[in-house]
């Protein structure tokens, strides 16, 4: 059900920008056929291809997840929302022993990204090599101690203290331990 959610608005989006199955599926290097199927909702997306695709569209996973996931539930004064893991749309099987999993909606670009990042042991995100993101990411070890590797160095964040990684510092998290860790990532917008 979900992914025929994620199809459609994939199609409304290439066809607000009148762009056709095979412009769209040429710019992000995909086949016509393989777009067609994710617009259908019969085929996951590799995440660097859904990634591409929402920058293309001038937008980001965490809004095209916000968008067609149920709403929030509210009360007065308060809402409820289950999140979302980015890692459940995708197909890239190196993410599986990882979740990222979006807190909280994003409906405009400037809206921060509040992230749930859960490693099992010795996995590490991204899988392979390093990412960066045009924006500071704010970050909280809420359970095990997380390994923050940049090239040179790493820093090694305890269970309960906060780090910060400077935009455009090539990164990735890494759980050496052999129990599951959880952290908290806050990106000042939109980017993933």
Not at 4 to 18: T, W
Not at 19 to 28: C, E, G, K, T, Y
Not at 46 to 61: D, F, H, Q
Not at 91 to 99: E, H, I
Request: with cysteine; proline share 7%; aromatic share 8%.
């Amino acid at each position: 059900m979900q992914r025929q959610r994620i199809g459609q608005f994939l199609r409304h989006l290439r066809e607000c920008h009148e762009w056709s199955l095979s412009d769209v599926a040429q710019r992000v290097g995909i086949s016509k056929a393989l777009l067609a199927l994710a617009e259908q909702g019969q085929r996951r997306l590799p995440l660097e291809v859904l990634r591409s695709l929402t920058a293309l569209y001038g937008t980001s996973i965490a809004a095209l997840v916000s968008t067609t996931y149920p709403d929030p539930r509210s009360a007065r004064g308060g809402q409820c929302w289950k999140g979302v893991d980015f890692f459940s749309m995708v197909t890239t099987r190196a993410v599986r022993r990882t979740a990222l999993r979006l807190l909280r909606p994003v409906h405009q670009p400037e809206d921060p990204e509040w992230l749930e990042l859960c490693l099992e042991a010795g996995a590490q995100l991204p899988p392979q090599g390093y990412w960066s993101f045009p924006v500071p990411t704010d970050g909280i070890a809420i359970e095990g101690n997380l390994l923050v590797e940049m090239p040179g160095d790493e820093l090694l964040v305890r269970s309960g203290e906060s780090f910060r990684i400077q935009a455009e510092q090539l990164h990735r998290y890494r759980n050496y331990l052999t129990k599951p860790i959880r952290a908290v990532l806050i990106l000042p917008q939109a980017v993933l």
